[in-house]
């Protein structure tokens, strides 16, 4: 190595001396020694390869703490709040329901502080942490008795291996679901230990077919709520009424998988009809399971209501232990449910149901008015444009019912490519901005953009590095 080359690197400033500077203190104080040094050591390593490639002037240790500083604060969480502009209202990957302010005041709550989980607070006893909720959901659903545990999956699990370990388990060949992934029907059987057996055809089951399975072996009937798929046409199938009162005269019980499952007539908020838990209940299912986090608007839970004795098989089963939930969960469970009990209001208070509801000419009107601001923010390189888009529920719940909604349609004036760094860019931002590439545009649906987010929306497009995003790559 000549001279020239050598010196700059002599002159990296050793790890001790960046964290003597005055700008390695809030380094320091923002993420402790360790982690400090660690990233000092990392940007001491970046500049060493840096100026082997290229001799220039060494940074000094102010700047090289500087650096440190800024790569740290670029590690945000990969859980940070975003903006869900999909289109789709309960997104499985973006985390399904918003929570309500007063679910999210009692999880706070819980988390602060110690509560009564498990215990009585009349006679200072020992309690059941199913207590909290079982009048309510008793209530809301008109069953004898009821219990929670992690999600729906589990609640399946739970019902299959408590009723039908080493039995039998009937069920429709038109309703073995796979649900996003990981939850296939015949899998999760298997799992809980349960024998399978297949009635019906794919489109056409009849009574007769469940008559014939019916057998000392049998543990349990499955209904299955077809929820992200519509058998259409020369159809045939058991209705949840007829089936409960056939595995009622077969002594099996029977268990009715609703899948999302809501509290509410949602036709009265003009979607399409979904059955409620009630309805199910009162149709004679033996149990019915559904979920917490999709059209109930609260956090992921799996509930279990029904028949009292087999409630409380279910609560002796070693596996409601592994499959419990939290405190914190519990606290917004039930204020979320709590909400239920005041239907006129919910639509106001329940994030879910109001994005869902929300009324096409408002969200056209919060399209038009944020456009020209977009446009001018994107600059040269794009058109922005409102236009009228469909957004659907999502999670698997009314597969078939779409919502006219409006979308701010962002088209590149160059290539193809500079809208997909112009997305990547959005996505990147300290709170991404999710939206849709489809037919050539980048589709941002409003719906779920509260008219109190329009400003953090603005803030954080503000923050876009057009430079360095979509505008270079034109
Ligand atoms: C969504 C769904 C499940 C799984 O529920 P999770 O809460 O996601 O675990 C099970 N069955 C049906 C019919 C569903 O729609």
């Known amino acids: 190595?000549?001279?020239?080359?050598?010196?700059?690197?002599?002159?990296?400033?050793?790890?001790?001396?960046?964290?003597?500077?005055?700008?390695?203190?809030?380094?320091?104080?923002?993420?402790?020694?360790?982690?400090?040094?660690?990233?000092?050591?990392?940007?001491?390593?970046?500049?060493?390869?840096?100026?082997?490639?290229?001799?220039?002037?060494?940074?000094?240790?102010s700047e090289l703490a500087q650096r440190a500083l800024a790569c740290l604060e670029s590690q945000s969480s990969g859980l940070r709040p975003l903006f869900n502009l999909t289109g789709t209202v309960l997104h499985t990957n973006l985390g399904r329901a918003m929570l309500a302010e007063a679910a999210i005041d009692a999880a706070v709550d819980a988390m602060r502080h110690a509560v009564a989980l498990e215990y009585d607070l009349a006679d200072g006893e020992r309690g059941e942490r199913d207590d909290h909720l079982r009048a309510l959901l008793c209530e809301l659903t008109g069953a004898e008795d009821a219990t929670v545990v992690n999600n729906n999956a589990a609640a399946v699990l739970l019902c299959l291996n408590t009723l039908a370990l080493g039995r039998e388990a009937?069920?429709?060949?038109?309703?073995?679901?796979?649900?996003?992934?990981?939850?296939?029907?015949?899998?999760?059987?298997?799992?809980?230990?349960?024998?399978?057996?297949?009635?019906?055809?794919?489109?056409?089951?009849?009574?007769?077919?469940?008559?014939?399975?019916?057998?000392?072996?049998?543990?349990?009937?499955?209904?299955?709520?077809?929820?992200?798929?519509?058998?259409?046409?020369?159809?045939?199938?058991?209705?949840?009424?007829?089936?409960?009162?056939?595995?009622?005269?077969?002594?099996?019980?029977?268990?009715?998988?609703?899948?999302?499952?809501?509290?509410?007539?949602?036709?009265?908020?003009?979607?399409?009809?979904?059955?409620?838990?009630?309805?199910?209940?009162?149709?004679?299912?033996?149990?019915?399971?559904?979920?917490?986090d999709k059209l109930l608007g609260g956090p992921q839970a799996g509930f279990i209501v029904g028949k009292r004795a087999l409630i409380e098989q279910i609560n002796r089963n070693p596996l409601k232990r592994a499959l419990r939930v939290d405190k914190v969960r519990l606290a917004a469970i039930e204020a979320t449910l709590r909400l239920y009990r005041d239907p006129d209001r919910l639509a106001e208070r329940l994030p879910t149901l109001r994005f869902l509801v929300r009324d096409h000419a408002d969200i056209e009107m919060q399209a038009n008015r944020l456009q020209p601001m977009v446009a001018e923010r994107l600059g040269d390189a794009f058109a922005v444009s409102v236009g009228e888009c469909l957004s659907q529920v999502g999670s698997g719940s009314l597969p078939l019912d779409t919502l006219p909604s409006a979308a701010l349609l962002v088209r590149s004036r160059g290539s193809q490519h500079a809208l997909e760094s112009l997305s990547a860019a959005l996505r990147a931002l300290p709170k991404p901005i999710i939206g849709r590439i489809a037919d050539g545009a980048l589709r941002l649906d409003l719906r779920c953009l509260g008219e109190a987010d329009e400003l953090s929306f603005l803030a954080s497009l503000a923050q876009l590095d057009i430079d360095h995003g979509a505008a270079h790559a034109t």
């Open 170 to 292: 009937v069920v429709s060949r038109g309703e073995l679901i796979e649900i996003g992934g990981a939850f296939r029907m015949p899998d999760i059987m298997a799992r809980a230990g349960a024998c399978m057996v297949e009635v019906g055809t794919t489109n056409r089951t009849h009574p007769t077919d469940y008559r014939q399975a019916f057998n000392e072996s049998t543990g349990v009937v499955l209904k299955v709520h077809t929820s992200n798929y519509r058998i259409q046409g020369f159809t045939a199938e058991v209705s949840a009424h007829e089936l409960a009162a056939m595995a009622a005269d077969a002594g099996v019980p029977l268990l009715n998988d609703l899948g999302s499952g809501t509290l509410v007539d949602l036709s009265r908020h003009g979607l399409a009809k979904e059955p409620t838990v009630r309805q199910a209940v009162a149709e004679g299912a033996s149990l019915v399971t559904f979920s917490g």
């Open 1 to 61: 190595m000549t001279e020239s080359q050598a010196s700059p690197l002599r002159h990296l400033p050793a790890v001790a001396t960046v964290l003597a500077t005055a700008e390695a203190a809030l380094l320091l104080e923002r993420h402790g020694r360790i982690v400090a040094t660690d990233a000092i050591r990392q940007v001491i390593e970046d500049a060493r390869k840096t100026l082997r490639a290229a001799p220039a002037a060494a940074p000094s240790a």
